[in-house]
């Protein structure tokens, strides 16, 4: 079924009042990159649960500054990692976010385009193929360059633009995993597993899919790509269109469900994150909260399940320096940190180099370096400087918004180089004894 979904809807969570758990210490302020880049309080963890809790109290309205610094949030939830007090912020910001959608009135064109692409284009995997094919025909007929060379981009609006330049070069990339796809063990099957595509992740890095498909065989794995899956919905979640998030992880849920696999396998950290809190998305309702939780539990990233098995260890040498940098929403989200680690550990002659802040955000976030692109690069800046000071040959991360982020930063200081990598595909790139050299990054 891919009927679009309203992105303005009545429904609501019902959710309770978590903020005061927040017992106002500060400790979080020098984990958030928004602070540390404005130096504002209200730009902190901190000064966004004060002004939730004004709003609550009816001594701020939702237009103005609360909309203001509610948006300008990561939701990276490195403040959540550093809060002594257990606050949930993710929860909170997606809260105050619903609050923002539902109340705060945009522009017509802004408010259409929003409806289109939250409503229509995610929620449906044909449609957005189609938006894919278009954007590759965009650029195998030269009109990109054509944009690009007339500086055609200065007449379209700053963050159509934006969008324009963090477009990636979809040619000659990997054939897009099909759904309803079976991808019988290498030998004896060990686990029947489902795949989610995704959304970004099938169209743009299905490269990283073949690679995760393979490893798995590898490891005695059957894996199922259930053909009724959709976009996890997290890009609406954290947009705070709770409603039509909702509705696209009932279809997921009942995707996996049919699928009669063990475990729910996700090679992309942000997708991971909103996966394993579909039993808060659905807390309140009667006939999915418990199949929710059932389907949640059964959610693995794929570093932690091959770390669990444990996986087979590559038979041949990679000599390769890599940095691994920590895709926020699998350290802070899901406390995922060591796993990935130790894949690429194991894998005889790499050497794993470490960052000097791998935990802080890239400026990726989802769609933050369109709505906030500004911010977002400066956030990127010190990310890149941070891999410079490193000198890796390759960046490992786990997250497609990071390996498009991080590889854009490198193109832009001319570190080009350096390839960025999901950890996966250097796995793999390992068990099938693959040698590095003119590697590509994702553009
Ligand atoms: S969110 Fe946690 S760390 Fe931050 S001020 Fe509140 S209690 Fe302290
Ligand atoms: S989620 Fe990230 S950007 Fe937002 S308040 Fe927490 S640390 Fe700061």
Not at 67 to 79: K, M, N, V, W
Not at 184 to 193: D, E, I, L, M
Not at 399 to 409: E, R, T, V
Request: some cysteine.
């Amino acid at each position: 079924m891919e009927s679009p979904a309203h992105p303005h809807p009545a429904g609501s969570t019902v959710a309770a009042d978590l903020t005061p758990q927040c017992v106002h210490c500060g400790l979080c302020l020098q984990a958030c990159p928004t602070y540390i880049e404005l130096g504002k309080e209200a730009d902190s963890p901190r000064g966004r649960i004060y002004l939730m809790q004004a709003r609550q109290r009816g001594r701020l309205p939702v237009a103005g500054s609360f909309a203001e610094h509610i948006s300008a949030c990561l939701d990276c939830r490195a403040c959540e990692s550093a809060c002594p007090s257990g606050v949930p912020y993710g929860e909170l910001v997606e809260q105050a976010r619903e609050v923002v959608e539902q109340q705060l009135k945009r522009p017509f064109l802004v408010d259409a385009l929003r409806r289109y692409v939250f409503g229509w284009v995610f929620p449906s995997p044909r449609i957005l193929r189609i938006h894919f094919h278009l954007l590759r025909l965009y650029q195998r007929l030269g009109l990109q360059a054509l944009v690009r060379g007339l500086a055609a981009l200065k007449l379209i609006p700053a963050r159509l633009a934006g969008m324009e330049r963090l477009l990636p070069d979809l040619r000659g990339r990997a054939a897009p995993v099909e759904l309803g796809a079976i991808f019988k063990s290498n030998g004896a099957t060990r686990f029947r597993v489902g795949l989610v595509a995704g959304c970004v992740m099938n169209e743009i890095f299905a490269g990283i899919h073949h690679a995760t498909i393979r490893v798995l065989q590898r490891n005695g794995c059957e894996i199922v790509v259930p053909s009724s899956q959709v976009c996890c919905a997290a890009l609406h979640a954290h947009a705070g269109i709770t409603a039509t998030a909702q509705e696209m992880a009932k279809r997921n849920i009942q995707a996996f469900e049919q699928a009669s696999v063990s475990a729910v396998i996700v090679n992309a950290a942000g997708c991971g994150a909103k996966l394993k809190e579909y039993g808060a998305l659905l807390a309140h309702d009667p006939e999915f909260s418990s199949r929710a939780r059932s389907f949640s539990q059964k959610v693995v990233d794929i570093s932690e399940f091959l770390d669990g098995l444990p996986a087979l260890s590559p038979p041949g040498r990679l000599e390769l320096r890599v940095a691994y940098d920590d895709p926020c929403h699998l350290l802070h989200a899901q406390r995922i940190g060591q796993a990935p680690r130790r894949l690429l550990q194991q894998i005889p002659g790499l050497e794993l180099l470490e960052l000097q802040y791998p935990d802080q955000c890239c400026g990726s976030a989802g769609i933050y370096n369109i709505t906030h692109p500004e911010l977002s690069m400066r956030i990127l800046e010190r990310k890149v400087e941070d891999i410079k000071q490193c000198g890796p040959a390759a960046v490992a991360t786990g997250n497609p918004g990071c390996l498009l982020q991080i590889g854009q930063g490198l193109r832009m200081a001319d570190l080009s180089h350096i390839q960025v990598m999901h950890p996966l595909e250097i796995l793999d790139r390992a068990y099938r004894s693959e040698s590095f050299g003119n590697g590509r990054n994702p553009d």
